[in-house]
Nanobody
């Protein structure tokens, strides 16, 4: 069982930056690939970024490539999402997720979810 708690959301102007954090419980954190998803009002939850258990492999949605960076600190059992050059269309609730594989997972393979943190980007 993995428990996930996100933090770091807030209100920012377009062009600004935020860093989201996701603290995970569990003794086998490095065995879990992690991901970030987001859900905007009226839209389905969408994949944003994923990272392998080792941190060496990452994957991004096309909409955030070059602007967002996912990373993890296995000693702190925490995964991060650095978001730069934010746009109003990045406004959403951001969710952290974990899957049972150490390899970057397909979006349907994530088993554990946090409660989400709101990110609002004003124009």
């Amino acid at each position: 069982q993995v428990q996930l708690v996100e933090s770091g959301g807030g209100l920012v102007q377009a062009g600004g930056s935020l860093r989201l954090s996701c603290a995970a419980s569990g003794r086998t954190f490095r065995n879990n690939a992690m991901g970030w998803f987001r859900q905007a009002p009226g839209k389905e939850r969408a994949f944003v970024a994923g990272i392998s258990g080792s941190g060496y492999s990452t994957r991004y949605a096309d909409s955030v490539k070059g602007r967002f960076t996912i990373s993890r600190d296995n000693a702190k059992t925490t995964v991060y999402l650095q978001m730069n050059s934010l746009k109003p269309e990045d406004t959403a609730i951001y969710y952290c997720a974990a899957c049972g594989s150490a390899y970057v997972c397909n979006r349907d393979a994530y088993e554990y979810w946090g409660q989400g943190t709101q990110v609002t980007v004003s124009s």
